[in-house]
């Protein structure tokens, strides 16, 4: 069976002077415009899609054996490189965004604090870094402002502390319940410290809690996942995210695997795994609305990755972010040390950027539409990709009556295999 399709994790989507026009600009090998500087055609429509912030914090105590986003231990930056000045430099990246964007009105909507683990930051950085943002750019009335934080990185007084600086959403790693299949991943919380920040978090007035886990750890049982998965029900948070485990190369879990000390995840097993998150999550009130997210309801969707898959605008600060305006989207260095040199310079930390064609358009809003409860328009379609759809609907993978309707919506057995189906949808 092909493998279960899995969204990207919060921390993994991320990423000046006015308006670019016209006239030409310093580029470098990579295609990074040194000003930050973006085409009149990115800047011209802001404002008529959301506007998110995303914010990247690179540093962890310690780095789990899966993980390979743009993390680092505070022995791997060595010295000058402090989480002290972290949010003073990121200061800087705010005023050149601010600048590129010129006079344009981008009141954010949402702001979502990832990494890393943004809690290892003083809470009176993480405030500090929200009245920065609403500074330069304001922070809409109702915005959804979100933090990521990993269990054993906060108590009560921090979570006290980030709810009333303005956060109303926090996004605990739980990943499982499962002493063992948490050491496999590396994790440094004990099962029962989630019922705990749960608690704290609703007592300091967090109208949303989400929980992520991961599914598909060497070890883990059909009776560890359902364990897991009673567990998050029990503690009833409005949101969960469900991820299976992918092995990333040069992981110290790929390491593992390829010297035959753990067993490499299952495409099956993945799947049955997915059809349990399925049965519980949906018995207890949580429907889908994304492959790998489920909610309690409209309001309880995570809006500021709802701007990623609909296409919306969000600037990405920090080491590594990855933003998109307007169809133009960049990415930061990844190194801290590179990212404060640059900004200490007056430069755009980017690294590189890439300007989305029609064609690159439509490939995405096809990719990540089809991922949605809410289905994909099929005037999105080509001819032989809606020649596809009728097959897929006769296939079970596209509910037939929703394609009657002109959505393309998938099936259970549709989600599972959604990388296919996409490939289908998207004929050469």
């Known amino acids: 069976m092909p493998r279960i399709s899995t969204a990207a994790s919060n921390s993994g989507l991320s990423g000046e002077a006015g308006p670019g026009g016209p006239g030409p600009r310093a580029v470098d090998g990579n295609s990074r415009v040194r000003d930050g500087a973006l085409p009149a055609r990115a800047t011209s429509s802001l404002g008529t899609r959301p506007f ?19 993390t680092y231990t505070a022995t791997e930056l060595g010295p000058g490189v402090a989480i002290g000045t972290f949010v003073e430099t990121l200061a800087a990246e705010f005023r050149l965004a601010r600048a590129v964007l010129g006079t344009a009105d981008v009141a954010v909507s949402t702001v979502f604090v990832g990494g890393g683990t943004p809690t290892l930051l003083p809470a009176e950085d993480l405030e500090l870094l929200l009245r920065m943002i609403d500074t330069e750019f304001g922070i809409a009335a109702g915005a959804e402002v979100t933090t990521e934080a990993n269990p054993e990185s906060v108590d009560a007084g921090v979570l006290e502390r980030l709810a009333s600086a303005g956060y109303t959403r926090v996004s605990f790693g739980m990943q499982s319940a499962r002493p063992h299949v948490l050491a496999a991943l590396d994790r440094q919380h004990t099962p029962g410290r989630v019922p705990d920040v749960v608690g704290w978090a609703r007592k300091a007035g967090f109208a949303h809690v989400n929980l992520d886990l991961i599914y598909g750890t060497p070890g883990e049982s059909d009776r560890d996942w359902q364990m897991s998965l009673d567990a998050v029900v029990e503690l009833a948070p409005d949101h969960v995210s469900a991820y299976a485990l992918t092995v990333e190369d040069g992981t110290r879990l790929a390491r ?28 207890a009130g949580l429907n889908w609305y994304e492959i790998s997210n489920w909610a309690r309801g409209p309001e309880s969707h995570s809006r500021h990755n709802l701007g990623y898959w609909r296409g919306a605008d969000w600037w990405g600060f920090g080491p590594g972010a990855h933003s998109h305006v307007g169809g133009v989207r960049w990415w930061n260095v990844r190194h801290p040390a590179s990212y404060s040199t ?15 064609d029609d064609a690159a358009m439509h490939m995405e809003r096809v990719m990540l539409g089809v991922r949605l409860a809410e289905g994909l328009a099929v005037e999105e379609l080509t001819a032989a990709g809606w020649s596809q759809a009728g097959r897929l609907a006769a296939d079970g993978l596209v509910d037939p009556s929703a394609l009657a309707a002109g959505r393309v919506l998938l099936t259970l057995q549709g989600r599972l295999l959604a990388d296919s189906v996409i490939r289908d949808l998207l004929p050469d």
């Open 52 to 70: 998110g912030v995303y914010v990247h914090v690179p540093y962890c105590a310690t780095r789990c054996g899966y993980c390979d986003f743009n």
């Open 342 to 356: 640059l900004l200490a310079e007056g430069v755009s930390p980017a690294a590189a950027r890439e300007e989305l």
């Open 256 to 283: 593992r695997i390829r010297r035959g000390e753990l067993l490499p995840p299952d495409d099956d097993l993945m799947a049955d795994r997915y059809r349990q998150a399925e049965e519980t999550l949906t018995a």
